[in-house]
């Protein structure tokens, strides 16, 4: 970190902010200026918390250099991390992107996500997506059908093969979903509940984080640190997009720079969620094809047997033929794809 003293401090207080830094073992260079004093403190930043300089007397600013995320960033871990499962998908690195898609909820018809299940992976698809446990801002909108859903999900993975990601939103229900789910999913409202967070970093079963609704990246790549830091390292970052200025044609922002972004200071696999991103159909597609080029790790996408009938949100799930009319041209994109340093280019 960089620590710059007033003009004013005194030599008693440049000592004192030097012999902090030293007693955690930081190694100290000292740029003595006409005007500043700047001091450059070279050491790990988790054993001095950088207010606890600031608020010494006779300091000005200090600046951190590396990330506060540690065990998500690069610096860390130089290499891409690649999540694997047992049925030979894998999620990260240069492997081909990813595709996950299913209704936004599982609903008492069987039959409908049986449907949508066996369309999505004729047309590719890996992972079937659905909400057992849903997060609804009105308390009179449908909250999911719970561990009847799970169950549902799991006896359309045994007719498909599909993996199942599903969200969890409480840490009592973490034992229940973990049981069920290939993937556990924080939604983005709770991207900050730090205890979920943590109570998923305790299992196994890879985390697909989602990005709030407000949040920077780093808040984001923070979220992500607390499950890390807790011990699960398999955690997969989902862009779905954040609340902007113009409501009225989206649902939200979908933030496309966010994915190169983080793959610059990441070795976490990132996707993208359209749906979610966009609010309507019609921008699906077009922000799922765009998502790739961007150097998306995989797509998730909600899809429904009868979407003006839907549950919850109708408005961006694509019926199962517009999801398998999109598919030939995302199958010949991720069939063009050069993964290349990290970043998606169509090869010529």
């Known amino acids: 970190m960089i620590i710059i003293m007033e003009p004013e401090a005194t030599q008693e207080q440049i000592n004192r902010v030097v012999n902090k830094l030293e007693e955690n073992g930081f190694r100290i260079n000292m740029n003595l200026g006409d005007v500043l004093t700047v001091i450059a403190a070279i050491g790990d ?17 200090v600046k951190l250099i590396q990330e506060p995320f540690k065990l998500a960033s690069r ?3 130089k290499d891409d991390t690649v999540i ?98 290939d993937i556990i999913q924080i939604g983005a409202r709770n ?35 607390h499950i890390m830091y807790a011990g699960n390292e398999q955690v997969i970052l989902c862009e779905r997009g954040v609340k902007g200025i113009d409501s009225t044609y989206t649902r939200n922002t979908l933030d496309l720079a966010a994915v190169p972004i983080i793959h610059k200071y990441s070795h976490l696999p990132v996707i993208v969620d359209p749906s979610h991103g966009t609010g309507r159909r019609y921008l699906i597609e077009p922000m799922s094809k765009a998502a790739l080029i961007a150097g998306a790790n995989g797509l998730m996408i909600e899809v429904h047997h009868d979407p003006d009938r ?28 050069d993964w290349d340093n990290k970043h998606a280019t169509i090869a010529k």
């Not at 999911?144 to 993975?157: F, I, P, Q």
């Open 84 to 181: 694997e499962f047992s049925n030979g998908v894998k999620i990260g690195g240069l492997n081909k992107p990813v595709i996950m898609a299913g209704p936004c909820s599982v609903e008492a018809d069987y039959n409908g996500l049986l449907a949508v299940a066996k369309a999505v992976k004729a047309s590719g698809a890996q992972i079937l997506r659905g909400g057992a446990f849903k997060p609804r801002t009105s308390p009179y909108d449908f909250q999911g059908l719970e561990e009847k859903g799970l169950e549902l999900l799991a006896r359309a993975k045994e007719e498909t093969g599909l993996l199942i990601v599903t969200e969890v939103m409480d840490t009592l229900d973490l034992p229940l979903v973990e049981e069920f789910a």
């Open 75 to 77: 610096e860390s871990k």
């Open 310 to 337: 839907a549950s919850s949100d109708g408005a961006q799930s694509l019926t199962i033929e517009q999801f398998t009319n999109m598919m030939i041209d995302i199958n010949k994109i991720i069939g063009r794809l």
């Open 45 to 61: 930043k988790r054993l001095v918390q950088p207010q606890s300089i600031a608020s010494l007397e006779g300091v000005r600013e």
């Open 191 to 225: 991207m900050q509940n730090f205890k979920l967070l943590k109570a998923a970093g305790k299992y196994g079963k890879p985390v697909m984080l989602k990005r709030g609704p407000a949040a920077t990246i780093r808040e984001f790549l923070l979220a992500a640190e």
